[in-house]
T-cell receptor, first 110, second 112 residues
Framework: GENVEQHPSTLSVQEGDSAVIKCTYS??????FPWYKQELGKGPQLIID?????GEKKDQRIAVTLNKTAKHFSLHITETQPEDSAVYFC?????????FGKGTMLLVSP | NAGVTQTPKFRVLKTGQSMTLLCAQD?????MYWYRQDPGMGLRLIHY???????AKGEVPDGYNVSRLKKQNFLLGLESAAPSQTSVYFC???????????FGDGTRLSIL
């Protein structure tokens, strides 16, 4: 089955800095890669996703890049704000189900 | 528009007791999923359904059963609760395969 590794497990940045979270996957058949943000006491919320026919996707301060050859994908957040503080999960899918990474706790200090 | 609603939000059980967690979605989604979330483990799939009347096993199905009698509802059952099933349970739904999943806010279950 699919295996997704996510790094780092925690990331602390100053407000205004950029943050990068990286994930690798094992199944070369995976073709859908979403990223979720989870705030304390809430369910995960989709923030951006990318499919295998695209190398990069951007939505305002958030961007995701995909390298199919190396089987890794990354989340980039620019101009971080305190409200970006949360746990972020990457995931990969090759069939009907998602396999999640173990999460990254992002802390943005004012 | 409520999205995905999970009932109950909190529950404490004794070992050996049974209970059912209810998930309801109002988005007319075909696919529904049950996950458990444990510290440092991310989200792990328990069971899922690709349509009314269908169910399939996920990564960690042992000790759980599910039913999808109506398209909008997906039930997760614990027949004989064990302390190892203490966790936060999330339900999600999606329009179809490899489509964005929408999550509920979870059920926090403690088994003593």
């Amino acid at each position: 089955g699919e295996n997704v590794e996510q790094h780092p497990s925690t990331l602390s940045v100053q407000e205004g800095d950029s943050a990068v979270i990286k994930c690798t996957y094992s199944d070369s058949a995976s073709n859908y890669f979403p990223w979720y943000k989870q705030e304390l006491g809430k369910g995960p919320q989709l923030i951006i996703d990318i499919r295998s026919n695209v190398g990069e996707k951007k939505d305002q301060r958030i961007a995701v890049t995909l390298n199919k050859t190396a089987k890794h994908f990354s989340l980039h957040i620019t101009e971080t704000q305190p409200e970006d503080s949360a746990v972020y999960f990457c995931a990969a899918s090759s069939d009907s189900t998602l396999t999640f990474g173990k999460g990254t706790m992002l802390l943005v200090s004012p | 528009n409520a999205g995905v609603t999970q009932t109950p939000k909190f529950r404490v059980l004794k070992t050996g007791q049974s209970m059912t967690l209810l998930c309801a979605q109002d988005m007319n989604h075909e696919y529904m999923y049950w996950y458990r979330q444990d510290p440092g483990m991310g989200l792990r799939l328990i069971h899922y359904s690709v349509g009314e009347g269908t169910t399939a096993k996920g990564e960690v199905p042992d000790g759980y059963n599910v039913s999808r009698l109506k398209k909008q509802n997906f039930l997760l059952g614990l027949e004989s609760a064990a302390p190892s099933q203490t966790s936060v349970y999330f339900c999600a739904s999606s329009y179809g395969r490899n489509q964005p999943q929408h999550f509920g806010d979870g059920t926090r279950l403690s088994i003593l």
